[in-house]
């Protein structure tokens, strides 16, 4: 005869497995769904240049320019090191709170990330 | 500003802007002349300096120089190649080559912070040189489409170099005047 485990854990014990499975990945709370968003580095600017978004949200910086960039949080929670022109560089929002960054190599481009 | 400096600079001023003065605008080939050298001088210097400089943001910023003007060339080449344009050396390539090659000969003969002051203030002159011809000569003037566009896009380029090389001179005084304190 088949046993279906999971009919007979306790359910607290199937919650705290699905809580920590979650956790784990750094992903969004249960029940929202994660989110991808895209800012454009062209013409030596990060566009949009503020964006606000979830924990667990996905920010895809993408190099239009000719040249290279970064994008490097102030507080060095993230740094994409160096994107070549036409490079991508994604960013999984995991530390809540508002992000300043530049890019390292042209201290004159700055952006904001918020992550609520 | 000492008077050598103000001389050079001059001199790059009359180099990319000699066209303003003639009835006639650069053509296409004399334009894609103009674009490869005018990055190639500044790519010269950014080479000397990345090896030469005594303060670290400004080797950093001559590091940028020559990967961002590399970058600039690259595309530039791509694009005159696909177009069939064979870039033509004329008055305003030949005056910026002969105002890069002095400046290498003046770099040359610095050392430390007088190096770095030497070095940056000429990459405020030259960007903003570069930027006048941009807007005044080159953009008006070029005939093809992508041309043109290519202008356009580099444009933004030069102005954030601008605005990093007069950060890193206010910078250098700022240590001039600590060092004479």
Same mark, same amino acid.
Not at chain 1, 19 to 45: F, Q
Not at chain 1, 76 to 94: E, L, Q, R
Not at chain 2, 93 to 108: H, I, T, V
Not at chain 2, 119 to 147: C, F, G, K, R
């Given at each position: 005869?088949?046993?279906?485990?999971?009919?007979?854990?306790?359910?607290?014990?199937?919650?705290?497995?699905?809580?920590?499975?979650?956790?784990?990945?750094?992903?969004?709370?249960?029940?929202?769904?994660?989110?991808?968003?895209?800012?454009?580095?062209?013409?030596?600017?990060?566009?949009?240049?503020?964006?606000?978004?979830?924990?667990?949200?996905?920010?895809?910086?993408?190099?239009?320019?000719?040249?290279?960039?970064?994008?490097?949080?102030?507080?060095?929670?993230?740094?994409?090191?160096?994107?070549?022109?036409?490079?991508?560089?994604?960013?999984?929002?995991?530390?809540?709170?508002?992000?300043?960054?530049?890019?390292?190599?042209?201290?004159?481009?700055?952006?904001?990330?918020?992550?609520? | 500003?000492?008077?050598?400096?103000?001389?050079?600079?001059?001199?790059?001023?009359?180099?990319?802007?000699?066209?303003?003065?003639?009835?006639?605008?650069?053509?296409?080939?004399?334009?894609?002349?103009?674009?490869?050298?005018?990055?190639?001088?500044?790519?010269?210097?950014?080479?000397?300096?990345?090896?030469?400089?005594?303060?670290?943001?400004?080797? #950093?910023?001559? %590091?940028?120089? =020559?990967?961002? &003007? +590399?970058? /600039?060339?690259? *595309?530039?080449? $791509?694009?005159?190649?696909?177009?069939?344009?064979?870039?033509?050396?004329?008055?305003?390539?030949?005056?910026?080559?002969?105002?890069?090659?002095?400046?290498?000969?003046?770099?040359?003969?610095?050392?430390?912070?007088?190096?770095?002051? #030497?070095?940056? %203030?000429?990459? =405020?002159?030259? &960007? +903003?040189? /570069?930027?006048? *011809?941009?807007? $005044?000569?080159?953009?008006?003037?070029?005939?093809?489409?992508?041309?043109?566009?290519?202008?356009?896009?580099?444009?933004?380029?030069?102005?954030?170099?601008?605005?990093?090389?007069?950060?890193?001179?206010?910078?250098?005084?700022?240590?001039?005047?600590?060092?004479?304190?």
């Amino acid at each position: 005869m088949r046993v279906n485990v999971l009919a007979r854990a306790p359910r607290a014990l199937v919650l705290a497995c699905t809580l920590a499975i979650l956790g784990a990945a750094g992903t969004s709370a249960p029940g929202v769904t994660a989110k991808e968003y895209t800012i454009a580095i062209e013409d030596m600017r990060f566009v949009p240049a503020t964006l606000t978004v979830r924990r667990g949200d996905r920010v895809t910086w993408i190099n239009r320019d000719l040249v290279p960039h970064t994008a490097t949080a102030t507080a060095k929670t993230f740094d994409s090191s160096s994107i070549a022109p036409g490079g991508t560089w994604t960013y999984v929002a995991t530390e809540p709170g508002t992000q300043a960054y530049a890019c390292a190599f042209h201290p004159t481009m700055k952006g904001e990330v918020s992550i609520r | 500003m000492n008077f050598k400096q103000a001389a050079s600079t001059l001199v790059l001023s009359m180099a990319v802007t000699v066209f303003a003065a003639q009835a006639e605008g650069p053509t296409d080939p004399q334009i894609a002349a103009i674009v490869v050298t005018a990055n190639q001088v500044d790519i010269d210097a950014g080479k000397l300096a990345t090896s030469k400089a005594q303060s670290k943001e400004v080797a #950093a910023f001559a %590091e940028r120089m =020559v990967v961002d &003007h +590399e970058g /600039v060339n690259k *595309a530039a080449s $791509e694009l005159v190649t696909r177009l069939q344009v064979t870039p033509e050396p004329n008055a305003t390539s030949q005056n910026l080559q002969q105002g890069g090659d002095e400046n290498l000969a003046k770099l040359q003969q610095l050392d430390g912070h007088a190096f770095d002051r #030497a070095y940056v %203030e000429h990459e =405020v002159a030259y &960007h +903003e040189a /570069v930027l006048d *011809a941009i807007d $005044e000569t080159l953009i008006p003037s070029a005939q093809n489409a992508e041309l043109k566009a290519l202008l356009v896009k580099v444009r933004p380029a030069f102005v954030a170099h601008l605005e990093h090389a007069r950060q890193l001179r206010a910078s250098l005084d700022q240590v001039g005047r600590l060092g004479q304190e």
